[in-house]
């Protein structure tokens, strides 16, 4: 509709009027005074008629008159149309600067602004729509990039998006609570000490949740035995699976090695009878953990999926003056030894971490099928070193902060710092051979707050068991 306004308004050539158009020297009256822009298209469009009939008479007397047809309307179109096509190449080639400036996008004065009912008063320009062009933008004035970039920075900026925070929240659900933060620390005899802590991650405190994991641990004789469980996030009661699970295999192990002796072999390797009754041992301590949380979920009505926890079962006695040390892993995790002779020191990792096909898959507990592949027994693995120092059994919330386990799970040990782990403070974090078992606290309160170190994507429950040496207090 705006297109043919346009072409209506421009004067026609008639038998009246033998020019029928604006005269060249009659165009100031058509420009703002103190200004060089053309007030309107529809003028620009007038002037560039007024220079094509300017051209020599000869050439004019050749033109044809344009022709009415009956209504008188069609033929208006029709001879506006031969007048806008005409003018445009023209102007755009031989008209003054002023004129191409206007056909290209004037500076449109105040006066003409508040006719057309446009806001003078300094409000951000409207947006331009699809296929006009801006009635700011001047292409002849050397200022026009400082105006844009002026109109750019006046304009309102988005703030910046506020940086998300870990919100601490007791957990929505009461029933079967448990420690959101819990350790222990017992000195088992003149030459070993035992700490261990769990604390609840940022991800279950942000989302209202409880702490899944799990540990326990008893020392006779010379027998020690440690357990970490890591309850599947997934599984409503898995806190309970967990706890199941290391308390049950525990009691075990503790009735079967009570009066067990090794027997003693003419070489330094484990003979055969005792390596299969502590395969042994080890077998039942699961099975029966396993038929515990099969009976805590008849007992509760609820499949055993709901319980799905892993298990980390650990033995440490003396042997021939040396450490010897068994492991049976169902699920991820790690046991780690760190051994020290002289200035050399080092780590071993025992065991092998069950891990999916998907990143967060593992196996546990209840796993029928899993477990049919790779029963109980063909689990256990162990070793027989000198010098060790420490011994640690953890879940994966710590285990994968060290990942690839075998070149740096020694900085858990003795790493000065530990390298990206800070403290809250932002602080270097430290391993808890420097300071952590040197000063353990009253029941091991230094090892809780050395969980609670900061690493970017590490947001898990952390549970660590540590057996060492006295004397590196």
Not at 106 to 116: C, G, L, R, T
Not at 419 to 429: H, I
Request: with cysteine.
């Amino acid at each position: 509709m705006e297109s043919e306004d346009k072409k209506e308004s421009l004067p026609l050539p008639s038998k009246d009027n033998q020019d029928g158009i604006v005269r060249r020297e009659n165009i100031s009256d058509h420009v703002e005074a103190g200004s060089d822009l053309v007030e309107s298209q529809e003028e620009a469009e007038r002037i560039c008629q007024s220079k094509k009939e300017l051209e020599p008479e000869a050439e004019e007397e050749n033109q044809p008159e344009p022709t009415e047809p009956a209504d008188g309307r069609q033929g208006d179109a029709e001879a506006a149309e031969e007048v806008e096509s005409a003018a445009t190449p023209v102007c755009s080639q031989s008209l003054p600067i002023f004129i191409v400036r206007r056909l290209i996008g004037p500076k449109i004065s105040k006066e003409h602004q508040k006719e057309k009912g446009q806001d003078v008063t300094g409000a951000p320009p409207a947006a331009v729509p699809d296929g006009e062009k801006s009635a700011e933008m001047d292409v002849t004035s050397a200022a026009a990039p400082d105006r844009e970039k002026t109109e750019a920075e006046d304009s309102p900026q988005p703030s910046p998006k506020p940086k998300a925070e870990w919100k601490i929240l007791d957990p929505d659900d009461p029933g079967d609570p448990v420690d959101l933060e819990v350790s222990h620390f017992e000195k088992r005899d003149e030459h070993w000490n035992i700490l261990a802590a769990s604390v609840r991650g940022k991800s279950h405190a942000h989302n209202a949740k409880w702490r899944d994991d799990a540990y326990a641990f008893d020392y006779f004789g010379d027998w020690t035995v440690m357990a970490v469980a890591d309850g599947a996030g997934s599984a409503s009661l898995s806190r309970v699976g967990a706890r199941i699970a290391c308390e049950t295999a525990v009691t075990t192990m503790k009735v079967l090695l009570t009066d067990y002796k090794l027997l003693e072999g003419d070489t330094e390797q484990l003979c055969n009878s005792s390596s299969k009754q502590i395969e042994a041992f080890f077998n039942q301590a699961a099975c029966r953990a396993r038929d515990s949380l099969q009976a805590e979920a008849v007992k509760r009505n609820i499949h055993p999926k709901e319980l799905y926890t892993t298990l980390l079962l650990t033995v440490h006695t003396m042997w021939k003056g040396k450490s010897l040390i068994f492991a049976l892993q169902v699920g991820d995790g790690s046991v780690a030894i760190f051994s020290k002779s002289q200035k050399i020191e080092a780590c071993t990792i025992l065991g092998t971490a069950d891990h999916g096909e998907m990143a967060g898959q593992t196996v546990f507990m209840t796993s029928h099928d899993e477990l049919l592949k790779r029963p109980f027994y063909q689990r256990l693995v162990y070793t027989l070193k000198p010098d060790v120092r420490c011994v640690a059994a953890m879940c994966d919330g710590v285990a994968d902060d060290f990942f690839p386990e075998k070149k740096r799970m020694i900085e858990l040990f003795n790493g000065d710092p530990i390298s990206e782990l800070k403290t809250r403070a932002g602080e270097p974090v430290k391993g808890v051979m420097h300071e952590v078992v040197k000063n353990p606290g009253k029941a091991g309160v230094s090892l809780i707050e050395w969980l609670k170190y900061e690493l970017k994507g590490s947001a898990d429950d952390r549970t660590l068991v540590l057996m060492y040496r006295s004397e590196e207090r």
